[in-house]
């Protein structure tokens, strides 16, 4: 049985597959570039997309690499794959349904786990990072890219906020410190972090998402009454755009 969580993750993410397939954030960025790079080290590898979503991330690794399969909680993502990767004319995705925390696969199955602007929503990092563990076989890599908390607790309240009230699956935006903890703990060692800017367009952002419009003025509510500190870090423009920090890392 679906836990509560679970179920609300599916039903935020389900409705709106279509939206993540087309949306420009997720389609493109320097991020899939340099997944690109590092996975075409390795072009006989058999990959895990954790958390594939709408499958930019899966779709980036089938040009470089052997197989991969594509994983995600919503069944309704996952036609979203299918239908796309045939009309992209990827022949070695394959699309597999369930959770991080739990992965249905066997010890040792994979070359490489990548997950993209997914492990925020995810209900235990920890025990989905030792699951992505259990999974690799040895000296197998992690690739992870996520949305970074910068910190301080100014910054950190008014990220974590606005995040859940455009989204109440969001669980948390993770600083460095600790997902290089939780990396460790899991028993990896990262070999490359790469931090940068992302910019968010803000209506795309919210209508994403289908935020309701009375949740939609409470973030423009918040950004307006934002402190000088908050509106300098994250660029918080007229129209409500803004900038977050994105992390990306590689571990074996």
Not at 41 to 70: E, F, I, K, N, Q
Request: charged residues 20%; proline residues 3%; glycine residues 6%.
């Amino acid at each position: 049985m679906k836990n509560n969580h679970t179920t609300l993750v599916d039903g935020q993410f389900g409705s709106q597959a279509q939206a993540y397939l087309h949306s420009a954030v997720h389609a493109q960025g320097t991020d899939l570039v340099r997944l690109n790079d590092w996975l075409s080290a390795t072009p006989t590898a058999r990959v895990l997309d954790m958390g594939c979503g709408a499958g930019h991330a899966s779709y980036a690794a089938a040009g470089v690499v052997s197989a991969v399969v594509a994983y995600d909680l919503s069944d309704r993502m996952l036609a979203v794959v299918n239908e796309s990767m045939q009309a992209r004319t990827y022949g070695n995705i394959t699309t597999c349904q369930g959770v991080a925390e739990h992965l249905p696969f066997e010890d040792a199955a994979f070359d490489v786990v990548i997950s993209r602007y997914s492990a925020h929503h995810w209900h235990d990092v920890g025990r989905a990072l030792r699951e992505a563990k259990r999974v690799l076989k040895p000296g197998g890599k992690l690739m992870l890219i996520d949305i970074c908390s910068p910190g301080r607790p100014t910054l950190d309240v008014f990220l974590q906020t606005i995040e859940m009230l455009r989204d109440p699956s969001h669980v948390r935006d993770y600083t460095q410190g600790e997902w290089l903890t939780m990396i460790n703990d899991a028993g990896f060692t990262v070999r490359e972090l790469v931090t940068e800017r992302l910019a968010l367009e803000f209506s795309s952002w919210v209508s994403r998402m289908n935020t309701p419009p009375a949740l939609v003025e409470a973030i423009r509510l918040l950004q307006h009454k934002a402190t000088d500190e908050v509106r300098r870090y994250f660029e918080v423009a007229a129209d409500g755009s803004f900038a977050s920090d994105r992390l990306m890392l590689m571990a074996q």
